[in-house]
């Protein structure tokens, strides 16, 4: 009989620790949450042979900013910045970049989940070459491969 209120008290201080650490785990990184406040800076990579997707980003509380380049091989390189939302964890935000000698700009939206960050898919391309996603959050597609998050220079 001395057993069972012992392996109770020992199932309980088990079950508080390994709660309390789970939660401390859930606070520490600001990307992997749900970003409401306050600010946090993230740098995402993508490289599949020679080419290559950088994604720099400062949010300040919903707002974000960064810079952002896609350097895909034989191609002009597309290099510029970003500005626009951040809402449960999806960023809509439109690209300013300078390709072939011109300026241009177009919306592109991404996910961030668990230090990734998924681009999403257009739905389709308007008539004017510009991408254009659905206002539906949950009926986004992302691309199946994420940037991984990195350490910012």
Do not use: W
Not at 13 to 38: E, F, H, I, P
Not at 69 to 80: A, L, M, P, V, W
């Amino acid at each position: 009989m001395k057993t069972l209120p012992l392996f109770l008290l020992l199932a309980a201080v088990v079950t508080s620790c390994s709660q309390s650490g789970s939660q401390a785990n859930k606070n520490t990184d600001s990307l992997k949450t749900d970003v409401t406040s306050g600010s946090s800076d993230g740098c995402f990579l993508k490289t599949n042979g020679k080419d290559s997707v950088l994604l720099q980003l400062h949010i300040q509380d919903t707002s974000i900013s960064g810079d952002l380049s896609y350097r895909y091989f034989e191609k002009d390189k597309n290099t510029g910045t970003i500005s626009g939302s951040i809402r449960n964890n999806i960023i809509h935000a439109q690209y300013a970049f300078m390709s072939e000698g011109i300026q241009s700009t177009r919306p592109v939206v991404f996910k961030l989940q668990d230090d990734k960050a998924y681009e999403a898919v257009p739905d389709s391309i308007n008539p004017e070459g510009i991408p254009v996603f659905t206002d539906n959050d949950a009926a986004l597609k992302f691309d199946v491969e994420p940037l991984s998050k990195i350490s910012c220079k």
